[in-house]
Each structure stands twice: as structure tokens, then as C-alpha cells.
């Protein structure tokens, strides 16, 4: 997974929803963007009963699809997303979580110098088969 994650080449995993379908949890993605700036921070699942700890804990809990359990986002690493609002698409089948952001970032990967990053979204495509790393903002 590191290797994926530090990358500079493209590997898109076109399988994921495939592999999450065969594991037969009942998910919906969940797009979490900072409610301040707007930032996308990361995308990831809630099953309901991650939805229903989500709103009674009022911050971001979600479903792991690769543990196939709860997690709640900062349990380890202490960079909490306290919920500001839920918001459902029109289909209903997929949630936007607005979140305030408690601690240095919100991406379970950590840049050079070992800080987490702000977002999961530190890379953008530079060409049909590379990526170039974003630099952080400051």
C-alpha cells in the first residue's frame, strides 16, 4: 500500500468498488470536505451503523472496507473531523460529510518530514501515466 501511496507513477485501482461489493458491506461513499475552506479532504464509507455513530458522536466515524470495521477517524493519530452538518445527495446514495478539522491534517499518510497531510488529495496528474506531488500550502 506505501508504494501506492508515494508513488509517482498512476495505479488507479478501478477494481475498489468490485472488490467492496464482494465483501458484501452495505456502504455509501462519503466525500468529507473542510466546512471553512472547502477543501476535499478525503473520500471514504459509512455502513449504518458508522452513519449512526457519526451523528450521535457528532464527528466523522466511517466503515472500513479493507478491516471491514468501524473507524473512527483520530483514533490513533489524534487528527479528528468534528462534524458540522451531513449532507445527502439527491439519489440518496452517497453523503457529504462538512467537517471542521481537530489536529494537523486528515490523510492517514505522512509527507517527508513526517507530518500528516492535509488532505488526501496531495498528488495531481502530470501526465497519462505520472503524478507530481501538490505542495502543501505556507
Partial sequence: MAMVEESDRLMLDFGKLRKIAAGGADVLPVVVQDANTLEVLLVAY???????????????????TSRQEIWRKGETSGDTLPL???????????????????????????????????????????????????????
Avoid at 46 to 64: C, G, H, K
Avoid at 99 to 104: I, P, T
Fill in 46 to 64: 459509512v455502513n449504518a451503523e458508522a452513519l449512526r455513530l457519526s451523528i450521535e458522536e457528532q464527528r466523522a466515524v466511517f466503515y472500513s
Fill in 84 to 138: 458540522r452538518e451531513i449532507r445527502v445527495n439527491c439519489e440518496q446514495n452517497s453523503l457529504l460529510f462538512m467537517v471542521d478539522k481537530a489536529g494537523s491534517g486528515s490523510c492517514h499518510t505522512r509527507d517527508a518530514s513526517g507530518k500528516t497531510r492535509s488532505n488526501c488529495y496531495y498528488r495531481r496528474l502530470k501526465s497519462s501515466e505520472l503524478l507530481e506531488f501538490v505542495r502543501a500550502p505556507g
